[in-house]
């Protein structure tokens, strides 16, 4: 088997390459001893419906022989879903099903395992095989689990994170999911279990713990998880890799980019949302809003400003001067230094008439800076502080995702 996955692997590198997961998918749909063909459909199925819910009439109508089985009946909650957060491919759920059910991390060792393969005598026994599919068909139909899957997602959004597009890594949320199982397999308390995901995906990412060897820190990880109490584990992942020199100095250097893409600007917004914050001069109008509705991010220093004194792309789109922010303020703004846009908010919030937004009084205005990691330094900022002001707020959104990740 070591052979075949090698030439698989080398052949396809040369044009679109097959992952292992198509590798175990091509193993699964050619059995037929052990139901192979209608677990590879499950699979396939329960994916698509996810995307497209709308899907189930289709299989109702082509595959009624399917559509009386027990595994379309598991799934069948899929076609009032609209939820989008966690739209797995059927990589992502034979992950998740692998690592649960086989304490493993590499999906080669699935294909060795459906295959009969006894690691330690290297030979292949057919009870292995039949032991190996029964395992697997018990972690897809976990998987499916309309109660588990919906708690799951709801743990995953208590967490801040309401928005798919706010998830760097999907490899964080497959291990979640299957912690969120094992856990429960583990008859852990549920309040536990929802503290110890949420702090585990956080921990995830902040750490961009699932990039890079990725199958090698999953594998890792489950078997660590399995021979000792979670709780410890953490305790001692945190002791690792979350450190006074992470929080004060390593966090700010990751903040120092112009990706919006970036993890840790998404955890930043995640940290926003948990605490109900508004966005930037904003009364009434939370991040939550702006996020679900597709709100805009704006430059706190104006990108014409900027650009009208030189600075190139990298140096005006800095993470650090994002904020979520209603886009008719922003239009008001325009192209002022804040100077001399926070000069007119001190007359808004003196009774001087509403202009940016509905902050009527200074309390609310320095209340709203905080919640938006700004220094109360930029009533008198110009492009001259410009650098000062990026360092100031990185170590604010630093404090504040530090703070977030220790209430979870």
Same mark, same amino acid.
């Given at each position: 088997?070591? %052979?075949?996955? #090698?030439?698989?692997?080398?052949?396809?590198?040369?044009?679109?390459?097959?992952?292992?997961?198509?590798?175990?998918?091509?193993?699964?749909?050619?059995?037929?001893?052990?139901?192979?063909?209608?677990?590879?459909?499950?699979?396939?199925?329960?994916?698509?419906?996810?995307?497209?819910?709308?899907?189930?009439?289709?299989?109702?109508?082509?595959?009624?022989?399917?559509?009386?089985?027990?595994?379309?009946? @598991?799934?069948?909650?899929?076609?009032?879903?609209?939820?989008?957060?966690?739209?797995?491919?059927?990589?992502?759920?034979?992950?998740?099903?692998?690592? %649960?059910?086989?304490?493993?991390?590499?999906?080669?060792?699935?294909?060795?395992?459906?295959?009969?393969?006894?690691?330690?005598?290297? %030979?292949?026994?057919?009870?292995? /095989?039949?032991?190996?599919?029964?395992?697997?068909? %018990?972690?897809?139909?976990?998987?499916?689990?309309?109660?588990?899957?919906?708690?799951?997602?709801?743990?995953?959004?208590?967490?801040?994170?309401?928005?798919?597009?706010?998830?760097?890594?999907?490899?964080?949320?497959?291990?979640?999911?299957?912690?969120?199982?094992? !856990?429960?397999?583990?008859?852990?308390?549920?309040? =536990?279990? #929802?503290?110890?995901?949420?702090?585990?995906?956080?921990?995830?990412? !902040?750490?961009?713990?699932?990039?890079?060897?990725? #199958?090698?820190?999953?594998?890792?990880?489950?078997? @660590?998880?399995?021979?000792?109490?979670?709780?410890?584990?953490?305790?001692?992942?945190?002791?690792?890799?979350?450190?006074?020199?992470?929080?004060?100095?390593?966090?700010?250097?990751?903040?120092?980019?112009?990706?919006?893409?970036?993890?840790?600007?998404?955890?930043?917004?995640? /940290?926003?949302?948990?605490?109900?914050?508004?966005?930037? !001069?904003?009364?009434?109008?939370?991040?939550?809003?702006?996020?679900?509705?597709?709100?805009?991010?704006?430059?706190?220093?104006?990108?014409?400003?900027?650009?009208?004194?030189? !600075?190139?792309?990298?140096?005006?789109? @800095?993470?650090?001067?994002?904020?979520?922010?209603?886009?008719?303020?922003?239009?008001?703004?325009?192209?002022?230094?804040?100077? /001399? *846009?926070?000069?007119?908010?001190?007359?808004?919030?003196?009774?001087?008439?509403?202009?940016?937004?509905?902050?009527?009084?200074?309390?609310?205005?320095?209340?709203?800076? =905080?919640?938006?990691?700004?220094?109360?330094?930029?009533?008198?900022?110009?492009?001259?502080?410009?650098?000062?002001?990026?360092?100031?707020?990185?170590?604010?959104?630093?404090?504040?995702?530090?703070?977030? *990740?220790?209430?979870?």
């Amino acid at each position: 088997i070591e %052979t075949v996955t #090698e030439v698989f692997i080398r052949i396809n590198s040369q044009g679109v390459v097959l992952s292992q997961a198509d590798f175990v998918m091509s193993k699964i749909a050619a059995n037929e001893t052990y139901g192979g063909s209608t677990l590879r459909k499950t699979i396939d199925y329960f994916c698509h419906l996810a995307i497209a819910p709308e899907f189930y009439q289709h299989i109702v109508d082509n595959e009624p022989e399917f559509a009386q089985t027990g595994y379309f009946r @598991q799934m069948a909650w899929l076609r009032d879903q609209n939820d989008d957060l966690y739209d797995p491919d059927y990589n992502d759920m034979l992950r998740v099903a692998f690592i %649960t059910e086989f304490q493993r991390g590499r999906l080669a060792d699935l294909v060795s395992l459906l295959s009969g393969r006894n690691f330690e005598t290297r %030979t292949f026994e057919e009870t292995i /095989a039949e032991e190996s599919f029964a395992k697997l068909e %018990t972690g897809i139909v976990r998987f499916m689990n309309e109660n588990e899957f919906k708690r799951f997602v709801m743990i995953i959004k208590s967490a801040g994170f309401i928005d798919s597009k706010m998830i760097r890594s999907q490899n964080a949320l497959n291990f979640a999911y299957a912690l969120y199982l094992k !856990l429960r397999a583990d008859k852990m308390n549920t309040a =536990e279990i #929802e503290k110890n995901v949420r702090r585990w995906f956080v921990l995830t990412l !902040l750490t961009s713990r699932y990039s890079g060897s990725a #199958e090698s820190q999953l594998d890792f990880d489950i078997r @660590q998880i399995a021979e000792r109490p979670f709780a410890d584990y953490l305790a001692d992942t945190e002791a690792a890799e979350l450190s006074d020199g992470f929080w004060d100095v390593g966090l700010g250097q990751s903040l120092t980019t112009s990706s919006t893409n970036s993890p840790f600007m998404h955890l930043f917004w995640a /940290a926003q949302v948990k605490k109900n914050d508004l966005g930037f !001069l904003s009364r009434d109008i939370s991040i939550n809003d702006l996020i679900t509705h597709r709100g805009d991010i704006h430059h706190i220093f104006p990108r014409g400003y900027l650009k009208a004194k030189g !600075l190139t792309r990298s140096q005006y789109n @800095q993470v650090a001067n994002y904020v979520y922010m209603q886009s008719e303020i922003n239009i008001k703004i325009g192209n002022k230094a804040p100077v /001399a *846009y926070f000069e007119e908010l001190k007359q808004q919030t003196n009774g001087g008439g509403l202009k940016y937004g509905g902050i009527d009084s200074s309390a609310m205005l320095l209340h709203n800076l =905080e919640m938006n990691s700004i220094p109360t330094t930029i009533f008198d900022m110009d492009i001259s502080h410009y650098d000062e002001f990026l360092e100031q707020r990185r170590q604010l959104m630093a404090q504040r995702i530090r703070d977030y *990740y220790y209430s979870l």
